[in-house]
């Protein structure tokens, strides 16, 4: 782990954002967009556990390292709560239109 | 060593978190019944949490290691999200009954969402900030999709959710760079780390601004985050917009206003930022307000410009330091009480499955029933910001703030915009009074529904005589 710079984590912590955003912007299956927004969450995650090693560990400043790793608990149990809301809107989208995908939800706009 | 807790200062949460359970325990048990006990129940637990808030008053406390700071804006916010929560409770059943959703899980879902605004409202830390916002909005995403056979609800229901995730991952990576930077997530440590810290700590927190500016302004809908609103208002039950528009804003203005305050004496470069989401807020909001037949979509750009107007307040006080947050609880007063009026209006009219969905289902209104729209004058002079009613207060102390920090040219914005949402206003009014087209039938209110209009429009009149006693009572500087 010590041969890793934190550099290289909050770089691919980055990379895994943006292909999240991306992700989101192009794709157009509900369930493709949600898993790209649940890999943004990860490289939150990431980042967080980065910083928390390598800028907050040691003794000296053990509640600023603990703060961010409660953090990752805290948005892991949050993205659980959204999986399950997402899919249930998802699964009663299908029940009433037998197809999901975002081009087709154009009943509102003005 | 277990640390002493003031309980007092997080009673009112509890008391409407533990309500939303045995809400949800009472509908298992009698299900739909006739009496509907789960409203009843919820109606009760609102009023117990409301009146707890009134009697605590506002004085400042830290609680749980200054995770939770409740502050005289704090205590203000967590009320209005009681008294809005407490009267869409109050009107939802004659609107449920009339559009045939029979889901009593609306008022424990209802609750929670109250909840999460609540949390928000009184809390600097960004950590809590993340917990409450994401309580809020899954309750708000459920609530959205409510009428389960209405193609119109789940796609506002699935548009909400999505847009709605994707903008807290934006919140989260910036608080992941605040920590970063910092090696806190409390907000008050932002001004030392923003003008002492390393470069390499600039740079970070300039970015962690950037994703929490994306973030917070998704959840207030500033312009040019705000594409989900008008979908939003459009497709869901209109009790739950009601909500959304009202305790689920709240939370959201409080929020972006403690961020701009916590940059202190460092947020020149924040508050001009700011300044330009404000601007363009209004103009998105008043100008496409114009164009718009359908009265939801009408009241959701009528909330963006509203947003604007608060985003105006928080620039003012990220460049001036330390302003006084009483120009922003004037005006969330006015707004709140403004708009659920509104609100109680629209869900008013709904029968037999049908509600306005335009401005010419409005034509009629005064013959049908004087007091609504009678009331609907009331509230619409309040929202351009007319005569000495809530609007206009809050309006003014706006613009005063505004001219304090040096931002003229925002405030000559303000006012103009505030001009442009007279036209869209007066139309609502136009039609109200128009003869009747179709349906000429009076409508008959019933006691809730009477109840509550009443209190909207007396708080909406009496600003002037009542707010000045009920902030000293909140212990207003």
């Known amino acids: ?110 | 060593m277990i640390p002493t807790i003031d309980w007092g200062v997080i009673g009112p949460v509890a008391i409407v978190a533990v309500t939303g359970m045995i809400a949800l325990i009472v509908h298992m048990i009698t299900g739909n019944s006739e009496k509907n006990f789960t409203q009843k129940v919820t109606v009760f637990g609102l009023l117990i949490a409301l009146t707890s808030l009134l009697a605590a008053g506002g004085s400042e406390r830290f609680v749980l290691q200054e995770m939770v700071v409740m502050d005289r804006l704090g205590s203000v916010g967590q009320l209005l999200t009681v008294f809005s929560a407490l009267i869409v409770a109050l009107v939802s059943p004659a609107y449920l009954e009339a559009k045939r959703i029979k889901l009593g899980e609306f008022y424990p879902m209802l609750a929670w969402a109250t909840v999460g605004g609540m949390i928000v409202c009184c809390t600097r830390n960004l950590l809590v900030l993340f917990v409450g916002i994401e309580i809020l909005s899954i309750s708000l995403y459920v609530l959205a999709g409510l009428h389960r056979t209405s193609k119109k609800s789940e796609e506002s229901a699935i548009k909400y959710f999505l847009l709605g995730a994707f903008a807290t991952g934006f919140l989260l990576y910036g608080i992941a760079m605040f920590y970063g930077a910092t090696g806190s997530l409390n907000m008050s440590t932002l001004v030392s780390y923003w003008l002492h810290g390393a470069p390499e700590n600039k740079i970070l927190l300039s970015l962690s601004f950037a994703l929490i500016a994306v973030g917070i302004g998704f959840k207030c809908s500033l312009a040019p985050f705000h594409q989900w609103t008008p979908d939003v208002y459009e497709g869901a039950p209109t009790n739950v917009v009601a909500f959304m528009a009202t305790g689920g804003k709240v939370g959201a203005f409080v929020a972006l206003w403690n961020f701009a305050d916590s940059f202190g004496h460092a947020g020149r470069f924040v508050g001009m930022t700011i300044a330009t989401l404000a601007v363009l807020s209004m103009l998105v909001g008043n100008v496409l307000a114009m164009a718009q037949k359908n009265i939801k979509r009408l009241l959701a750009y009528s909330s963006i410009a509203n947003a604007g107007y608060v985003a105006v307040a928080a620039a003012s006080v990220a460049i001036a330091f330390r302003l006084n947050h009483i120009a922003l609880i004037f005006f969330l007063f006015g707004y709140v009480l403004t708009s659920l009026g509104v609100f109680v209006v629209v869900l008013a009219m709904a029968k037999d499955g049908e509600e306005p969905m335009s401005l010419d289902d409005l034509k009629g209104l005064a013959s049908r029933s004087p007091i609504l729209a009678y009331s609907l004058v009331v509230f619409v002079l309040s929202l351009i910001g007319l005569g000495p009613v809530s609007g206009f207060l809050g309006k003014l102390f706006i613009l005063k703030d505004a001219l304090t920090a040096n931002l003229a040219w925002l405030a000559v914005v303000m006012v103009l915009n505030s001009i442009f949402g007279a036209f869209y206003y007066f139309g609502m009014l136009r039609s109200a009074f128009a003869p009747a087209e179709g349906d000429a039938r009076p409508i008959s209110l019933s006691i809730p529904q009477t109840f509550s209009l009443s209190v909207c429009v007396v708080g909406v009149i009496g600003a002037v005589v009542f707010y000045a006693p009920l902030l000293a009572h909140l212990g207003l500087r």
């Open chain 1, 1 to 110: 782990m010590n041969g890793v710079p934190l550099a290289g984590f909050i770089g691919l912590s980055m990379f895994m954002f943006i292909t999240g955003v991306v992700g989101v912007i192009i794709r157009r299956n509900p369930i493709v967009i949600f898993m790209c927004i649940e890999l943004m969450l990860n490289a939150v995650n990431l980042a967080f556990l980065a910083f928390a090693r390598y800028k907050f560990s040691g003794l000296a400043n053990v509640n600023q390292g603990a703060a961010g790793q409660m953090m990752v608990v805290f948005v892991m149990a949050v993205a659980a709560a959204e999986v399950a809301v997402g899919l249930g809107i998802i699964m009663a989208i299908y029940r009433l239109k037998e197809n999901i995908d975002v081009d087709e939800l154009n009943l509102l706009k003005g």
